[in-house]
Antibody, heavy 120, light 107 residues
Framework: EVQLAESGGGLVPPGGSLRLSCAAS????????INWVRQAPGKGLEWVSY????????YYADSVKGRFTVSRDNTKSSLYLQMNSLRAEDTAVYYC?????????????WGQGTMVTVSS | DIQMTQSPSSLSASVGDRVTITCQAS??????LNWYQQKPGRAPSLLIY???NLETGVPSRFSGSGSGTDFTFTISSLQPEDIATYYC?????????FGGGTKVEIK
């Protein structure tokens, strides 16, 4: 079965750091670009970051640029999001989501999400 | 950044009704527009890609149309299981952006 599964969420104080992971299974991981998308409680969807299949191309939302770093390990079929200098407004469910095919940024597979709460 | 304006923000309709949601881009995005459904407590799921293509396994009562700046998403006959929030998303340029969502309820 094609799946993505996030982990690593939790409660962190403002200014703290957290590393999220996304484990892929059931498909050839390096053939797909992957994104992070977040959803604050009761709010809509916000795209956070993109990384290409090789890892050579990376983009961030302005709201996280300079604080978050996306990476991937294709040997482990895993994606990561290092989040530093966390703020209260980063509180959200974080999803990893696969691009349907290269160049077509339609997210056809999503993980179940992991909750990040930034609070003292 | 490309702004996506989705309307209405919520609607209430009866089972069997035709439901239409619109999404307007702040600039021409060709057909680089997707639609998602999100049920409460669940991750979103892809319904329509590239403005008008039905994702595999999605019921045919869902459809999408449009190009340029104006797009429409339609449920031809609303079913109880369609209660959800629907989002459009553009992928013409980074940053990728979503519409604000449309919450669909049963009257």
């Amino acid at each position: 079965e094609v799946q993505l599964a996030e982990s690593g969420g939790g409660l962190v104080p403002p200014g703290g750091s957290l590393r999220l992971s996304c484990a892929a299974s059931g498909f050839t991981f390096n053939n797909h670009d992957i994104n992070w998308v977040r959803q604050a409680p009761g709010k809509g969807l916000e795209w956070v970051s993109y990384i290409s299949g090789t890892g050579a191309s990376i983009y961030y939302a302005d709201s996280v640029k300079g604080r978050f770093t996306v990476s991937r390990d294709n040997t482990k079929s895993s994606l990561y999001l290092q989040m530093n200098s966390l703020r209260a407004e980063d509180t959200a469910v974080y999803y990893c989501a696969r691009d349907r095919i290269i160049g077509e940024r339609a997210f056809d597979i999503w993980g179940q999400g992991t909750m990040v709460t930034v609070s003292s | 950044d490309i702004q996506m304006t989705q309307s209405p923000s919520s609607l209430s309709a009866s089972v069997g009704d035709r439901v239409t949601i619109t999404c307007q881009a702040s600039q021409d995005i060709s057909n680089f527009l997707n639609w998602y459904q999100q049920k409460p407590g669940r991750a979103p799921s892809l319904l329509i890609y590239s403005a008008s293509n039905l994702e595999t396994g999605v019921p045919s009562r869902f459809s999408g149309s449009g190009s340029g700046t104006d797009f429409t998403f339609t449920i031809s006959s609303l079913q109880p299981e369609d209660i959800a929030t629907y989002y459009c998303q553009q992928y013409d340029n980074f940053p990728l952006t979503f519409g604000g969502g449309t919450k669909v309820e049963i009257k």
